[in-house]
């Protein structure tokens, strides 16, 4: 079946501008997980939706970074007045599970490259 | 804070030796380890889950081990291959409920050479 589909894939934005980024997790999963990864580093974590409820925000760099899942199945993660520290690729993860686990299906990514 | 700490350098292994990657933990004591496999331009994928009270696990050529005296994490690979080439996460969750504290290292690049 389908995995986990992100879009869009690679985004340039100047600095100052607002971007959306939108994550299509497996049907059916209930949780949902933003990451951030910069070059080199491991994922760290952004925040957490258990359907539609966002649980835990705690991991979100400035208010100017929002997440939304409204109907529990579809996420978008906003960044507004974009800076260069915003560039990044922005995984997306759902599990079928609330909490994460046994495992956590990542999707591909999308690589935000502020100028 | 807790920590997760891999060695970041990279590893060069030969075709057919086992690697052997090491995660340390700092700081608390999580209720279990998993482990990833990223390659570039591709998001993680799962690859193992050990908890605190299990000593081993294994699946095909991959071991995992969990030391809760030593705070420590062994991933191994036997009978390694060049399709083994890829960057290897640890990455853990303290006890308790929530998804707080998801916590991943910084990942160590295994070059499997021919």
């Known amino acids: 079946g389908a995995g986990v589909s992100q879009s869009p894939r690679y985004k340039v934005a100047k600095r100052g501008q607002d971007v959306a980024l939108r994550c299509d997790p497996i049907?059916?999963?209930?949780?949902l997980f933003w990451y951030q990864q910069a070059l080199g580093q491991g994922p760290e974590f952004l925040t957490y939706f258990q359907n539609e409820a966002q649980l835990d925000k705690s991991g979100l760099p400035s208010d100017r970074f929002f997440a939304e899942r409204p109907e529990g199945s579809v996420s978008t993660l906003k960044i507004q007045r974009t800076q260069q520290e915003d560039s990044a690729v922005y995984l997306c993860a759902s599990s079928l599970f609330s909490g994460g686990l046994p495992e956590q299906y990542f999707g591909p990514g999308t690589r935000l490259t502020v100028t | 804070s807790q920590k997760i700490e891999q060695n970041s350098e990279a590893l060069n292994i030969q075709e057919g030796k086992t690697a052997t990657l090491t995660c340390n933990y700092t700081n608390y004591s999580p209720a279990y380890l998993q482990w990833y496999r990223q390659d570039p331009g591709r998001g993680p994928v799962f690859l193992l889950l050990?908890?605190?009270?299990?000593k081993e696990k294994r699946k095909e050529r991959l071991k995992v081990t969990f030391d809760t005296t030593l705070k420590q994490s062994l991933f191994h690979i036997t009978a390694s291959q060049p399709a083994d080439s890829a960057t290897y996460l640890c990455?853990?969750?303290?006890?308790?409920?929530?998804?707080?504290?998801?916590?991943f290292g910084k990942g160590t690049h295994l070059i499997i050479q021919p």
């Open positions: 050990i908890r605190e009270n299990e």
């Open positions: 990455v853990s969750r303290g006890s308790g409920g929530g998804a707080d504290g998801l916590t």
């Open positions: 049907s059916g999963h209930v949780s």
